[in-house]
């Protein structure tokens, strides 16, 4: 049952990893924080059981956790997204892993994307692990509202894939978290578009001085 599965969360003492621990672990998965600093590691658990007292944390290095997690997510930044895979690739054989990076780099405060002549980050992260399910999610959700929970996440999140069971997990997955409408978004090619965005989104975010997320009007219910 997906309620009971262990969710590792690689990158999970940054904002994105640490808002992802807090809202699934609020729908009831048990969390483990992956992390090559314990000190970052227990800092972030106590942090998250300040928010949320009874939340099921636990803290590893990330080979231990995508050995020990069901499903795994990567959010770790661009600079550490390969050699990230290459040490833990072993043990993702056969699991999903969704993947959070996004490429980006900055001009004057400006964000742009990185062009991959893989296309995206999450097919970079396919060639690499070939026997592994990648999805490619949760790009566009902002952190400071994953991490306070006075905020709604009224957001969608884009889901590309190539396995479509795994997708549909995923999709599920995301709609545990309160606000969030899961969008099918394609195959994993299509992710570039979804990484992409998130340029815009932090540049929109610059100007107005929010936290901006997304919404599709028109699509089927």
Request: aromatic content about 4%; hydrophobic content about 35%.
């Given at each position: 049952m997906l309620s009971k599965e262990i969710i590792g969360i690689i990158g999970g003492t940054g904002p994105e990893g640490q808002g992802l621990a807090l809202r699934l672990g609020l729908a009831g998965f048990p969390i483990i924080i992956g992390?090559?600093?314990?000190?970052?590691?227990?800092?972030a658990i106590e942090k998250l059981l300040s928010i949320a007292p009874d939340l099921s944390l636990s803290c590893k290095d990330n080979l231990s956790?995508?050995?020990?997690?069901d499903i795994v997510v990567i959010s770790v930044p661009f600079e550490a997204h390969q050699p990230t895979l290459e040490a833990i690739k072993s043990h993702l054989v056969g699991k999903i892993v969704i993947n959070v990076v996004v490429p980006l780099t900055f001009n004057k405060g400006t964000a742009y994307p990185v062009v991959l002549?893989?296309?995206?980050?999450?097919?970079?992260?396919?060639?690499?692990?070939?026997?592994s399910k990648v999805i490619s999610a949760f790009h566009n959700v902002a952190a400071p509202h994953l991490l306070t929970l006075s905020h709604s996440v009224d957001c969608d999140v884009i889901i590309c894939g190539d396995d479509e069971q795994a997708k549909r997990k995923v999709c599920s997955l995301a709609e545990h978290i309160q606000g969030v409408k899961s969008i099918d978004g394609g195959p994993l090619s299509n992710a570039q578009f979804s990484?992409?965005?998130?340029?815009?989104?932090?540049?929109?975010?610059?100007?107005?001085?929010?936290?901006?997320?997304?919404?599709?009007?028109?699509?089927?219910?």
């Open positions: 992390s090559r600093n314990p000190e970052k590691g227990t800092a956790t995508a050995e020990q997690s002549p893989e296309g995206s980050a999450a097919v970079q992260s396919q060639n690499l692990l070939p026997e990484e992409q965005l998130t340029a815009l989104l932090i540049n929109l975010n610059k100007i107005y001085k929010s936290h901006t997320m997304i919404r599709f009007t028109g699509l089927p219910a």
